[in-house]
């Protein structure tokens, strides 16, 4: 073989070489920017879910003592209400308040129950806490999908079945 086949195929060689390399180093870049990306939406979830649950407590310590009417007032003064995130307000099974005077009227034959089905399927963020003093039960939904989108994280990319929660407070003690 002559000098100058020996250095193509050399060539060529170092070619496929570094070709592999080079896909290997991209796959390895993909793993690592996925693998984060979930890490970044699970604490972005967790924050979250924390936050909420910090709001329902307060939320349910101002609601001691309360009347049904006064405790609606507090909710709709309270909680920001979007097709996202929205409040409810619970005695047993039956539905005391939810989102809105509106959403509570055409609701008003559902059940806690049927409530806590729904949201989960709605696979949400939620977070509850007793009323002291009495049967009543506040909580918060947010949808995960709207949470991750305003944190910048796109939902697509990162999806994974598990429910957390949490938002900011305007909640003042």
Same mark, same amino acid.
């Given at each position: ?15 496929? =070489?570094?070709? &592999?390399?080079?896909?290997? /180093?991209? #796959?390895?870049?993909?793993?690592? %920017?996925?693998?984060?990306? $979930? ?62 005077? =509106?959403?509570? &009227?055409?609701?008003?034959? /559902?059940? #806690?129950?049927?409530?806590?089905? %729904?949201?989960?399927?709605? $696979? ?50």
């Amino acid at each position: 073989m002559s000098r100058k086949a020996e250095k193509n195929k050399t060539y060529r060689g170092r070619v496929v =070489a570094a070709f &592999a390399v080079v896909l290997f /180093m991209i #796959a390895l870049e993909t793993i690592y %920017y996925v693998y984060h990306m $979930k890490t970044n939406r699970d604490n972005i979830l967790s924050a979250y879910k924390d936050d909420q649950l910090q709001t329902v407590s307060i939320l349910a310590e101002r609601l001691e003592g309360l009347s049904e009417k006064d405790m609606e007032s507090v909710i709709n003064e309270v909680v920001d209400v979007s097709g996202s995130e929205w409040a409810f307000l619970i005695e047993e099974d039956d539905i005391m308040f939810i989102k809105d005077a =509106a959403t509570t &009227a055409e609701l008003s034959n /559902m059940t #806690a129950s049927g409530l806590d089905e %729904y949201m989960s399927e709605q $696979k949400g963020i939620v977070s509850m806490a007793s009323v002291a003093g009495s049967d009543y039960v506040i909580g918060m939904f947010a949808d995960r999908s709207y949470v991750l989108s305003a944190y910048g994280v796109n939902y697509r990319i990162c999806r994974q079945d598990r429910t957390y929660g949490q938002k900011g407070s305007k909640i003042r003690t």
